[in-house]
Antibody
Framework: QLQLQESGPGLVKPSETLSLTCTVS??????????WGWIRQPPGKGLQWLGS???????FYNPSLKSRLSISIDTSKNQFSLNLRSVTAADTAVYYC??????????WGQGTLVTVSS | QSALTQPPSASGSPGQSVTISCTGT?????????VSWYQQNPGKAPKRIIY???KRPSGVPDRFSGSKSGNTASLTVSGLQTEDEGDYYCSSHAGTKVIFGGGTKLTVL
């Protein structure tokens, strides 16, 4: 059974970079059929797609975050990562990593809360 | 890119049917067959219940069904059960991105 697990700091200071890693187990991240994505959910609010990446490194980003966001993949570790620069309180959210199949997320991590605060 | 439009709330009694709409544009829902629906319970990650407009993943009851007409997708829950309470989100492929609806809170009365 495929499992995804987010890891990273739960607290980030304003203007700094939010960095999260998703570790995939129970399957290979190098499967060309899928993309690997990030979705976030601010407390009490809805879901926002951030972006996704293929095993070969091809990526797509939410236009509203594109200038601050980068997603990378490390097939040797079966991991992919998110870096969000210059964060503000508006970036406080639960961040989920997912597996995408034709723009649909079929597997999700449990989510990790990241708070932006000094 | 604006979010897809969903009603903030919906409700029904056990055994009844309820339909949740998700309205987009000719650039997202209207252009592609890649509409998904997710169910989320408090404190949990969303769970996919519909993909590619009408398809149900293994293990999802056939009480859940999806459809699309023009720029609007719909999720119908038939034979409502108390465990169907939760938040429901639609999403659509939109070219080089994915967009979500704002979510609908379903209450089983």
């Amino acid at each position: 059974q495929l499992q995804l697990q987010e890891s990273g700091p739960g607290l980030v200071k304003p203007s700094e970079t939010l960095s999260l890693t998703c570790t995939v187990s129970g399957g290979s991240i190098s499967n060309s059929s899928y993309y690997w994505g990030w979705i976030r959910q601010p407390p009490g609010k809805g879901l926002q797609w951030l972006g996704s990446i293929s095993y070969s490194g091809g990526s797509f980003y939410n236009p509203s975050l594109k200038s601050r966001l980068s997603i990378s993949i490390d097939t040797s570790k079966n991991q992919f990562s998110l870096n969000l620069r210059s964060v503000t309180a508006a970036d406080t959210a639960v961040y989920y990593c997912t597996r995408e199949d034709k723009s649909s997320s079929d597997y999700w991590g449990q989510g990790t809360l990241v708070t932006v605060s000094s | 890119q604006s979010a897809l439009t969903q009603p903030p709330s919906a409700s029904g009694s056990p055994g009844q049917s309820v339909t949740i709409s998700c309205t987009g544009t000719s650039s997202d829902i209207g252009a592609y067959k890649y509409v998904s629906w997710y169910q989320q319970n408090p404190g949990k990650a969303p769970k996919r219940i519909i993909y590619e407009v009408t398809k149900r993943p293994s293990g999802v009851p056939d009480r859940f069904s999806g459809s699309k007409s023009g720029n609007t997708a719909s999720l119908t829950v038939s034979g409502l059960q108390t465990e169907d309470e939760g938040d429901y989100y639609c999403s659509s492929h939109a070219g080089t991105k994915v967009i979500f609806g704002g979510g609908t809170k379903l209450t089983v009365l």
